[in-house]
């Protein structure tokens, strides 16, 4: 079972800056595409950012230039810093992973995971 914990988010004013961070752990074998989704209320899950296993990355056309995903493949974590912050950034920011792992027969089967999301509000 592949346990996805996210940590940061909060309050933070328009024009500041956060920093979120996902850590996977479990039986997996291998990492595939890791990133975040948000979702505001009344409104559809949409993507945030994701980044490869090979390190590309892609992004929210509203967050481009001021937010930014990274990842440490040794530790399996990967990390959203959010610059300029502005209030329609409100919304449960939720860590996504893909990947392989074991099969309760020892085959390898392919696995997407979520956290359990954590709240960012943008307020003065």
């Known amino acids: 079972q592949v346990q996805l914990v996210e940590s940061g988010g909060g309050l933070v004013q328009p024009g500041g800056s956060v920093r979120l961070s996902c850590a996977a752990s479990?039986?997996?074998?291998?990492?595939?595409?890791m990133g975040w989704y948000r979702q505001a209320p009344a409104k559809q899950r949409e993507l945030v950012a994701t980044?490869?296993?090979?390190?590309?990355?892609n992004y929210h056309n509203s967050v481009k230039g001021r937010f930014a995903i990274s990842r440490d493949h040794d530790k399996n974590i990967i990390d959203l810093q959010m610059n300029r912050l502005e209030p329609e950034d409100t919304a449960v920011y939720y860590c996504?992973?893909?990947?392989?792992?074991?099969?309760?027969?020892?085959?390898?089967?392919?696995?997407?995971?979520w956290g359990q999301g954590t709240q960012v509000t943008v307020s003065s």
């Open positions: 996504y992973a893909e990947g392989q792992a074991r099969d309760a027969y020892g085959g390898i089967d392919r696995f997407s995971s």
């Open positions: 479990g039986g997996f074998l291998r990492l595939n595409t």
């Open positions: 980044i490869s296993g090979g390190g590309v990355t």
